[in-house]
């Protein structure tokens, strides 16, 4: 059933020429299935996730996995050093003392709470797009993506399941060359 929708995919987009995206933007090359071109880079990024400013680069196949371990772990700092103002801040029985004593680390905890806040819901949203098999590009641009158009949102060729797609998340090491695995079926 899968291996049926994926080549469904790969049907639509060969029809094209392209991967679906705007061709004032694109390559002059034909692109791989699931890649776009970055206008912010000038390059055509394979398995295109989304161009991060905080690190100034594209997010991709190739990347993406140390891209969550990233997110990951601003998430767990964030959070130590949340716990790190809770055990050093002072009490005390009377409000104006206990700012005079812990006015910064106030401060700095609040700051530290929009961060974790923002860093822990990017973090669960890609966290949601892996288990579903999806980029950020794919769930965002769905109705502009021309091997996604004919498919529920919810729902899409390159959605294996919770655990598969987590296991080639995590452990498939190899670029995915989805036109070879089609080809390979038939």
Known sequence: WYQRRVREAVVSTQSTGSSGINAEYGCDQTQPLRSKHCRECNRC???FDHHCPWLGNCVGERNHRYFILFLL???ILIFRCLGMAWDTARSSTEVLE????NGI???CAIVLIIGALAVTALSCCHIYLILHGLTTWEHVSHSKITYLKRWPEDNTPFNFGYCKNC????CYCNTQNWEKYIKSLT
């Open 73 to 75: 772990a601003e998430d």
């Open 45 to 47: 990024v394979r398995r």
């Open 105 to 107: 680390l106030l401060i």
């Open 167 to 170: 296991f080639m998340f995590c």
């Open 98 to 101: 206990w700012l005079e004593y």
